[in-house]
């Protein structure tokens, strides 16, 4: 919401894949990229976390997110289950996945 996009990327691995509600998949490069172009604007996120499991230098955080955003100019609203893995290199937390899944 920030347009912090240098900030994103340095919490992300460079090795990201990021999987949208849609099935969409997108590395490091494409997501920033779409965000940077205002295909992806995002006006309200709010994201809750339900648990998060460490086992080693990896660790699952499961939540919830509502987003406010719009897509292509298209406006939604999403309410998704969200999952996320992180990982630790060289003694940093990156954001290695994320998955978003549609409540319904």
């Known amino acids: 919401m920030e347009r912090d996009f240098d900030g994103f990327a340095e919490l992300a691995h460079p ?34 976390v339900d648990s998060v499991t460490v086992v080693g230098d990896t660790a699952v955080v499961i939540g919830e997110m509502r987003v406010s955003m719009s897509a292509g100019g298209i406006r939604r609203q999403l309410d998704n289950r969200s999952l996320g893995v992180w990982a630790r290199a060289d003694g940093t937390w990156k954001l290695l996945a994320h998955q978003a899944t549609a409540k319904r």
């Open 15 to 48: 090795d990201l894949s990021y999987t949208h509600s849609s099935g969409t998949l997108d590395t490091l490069d494409s997501f920033v990229g779409k965000c940077e172009s205002a295909y992806f604007v995002y006006h309200r996120i709010d994201h809750v």
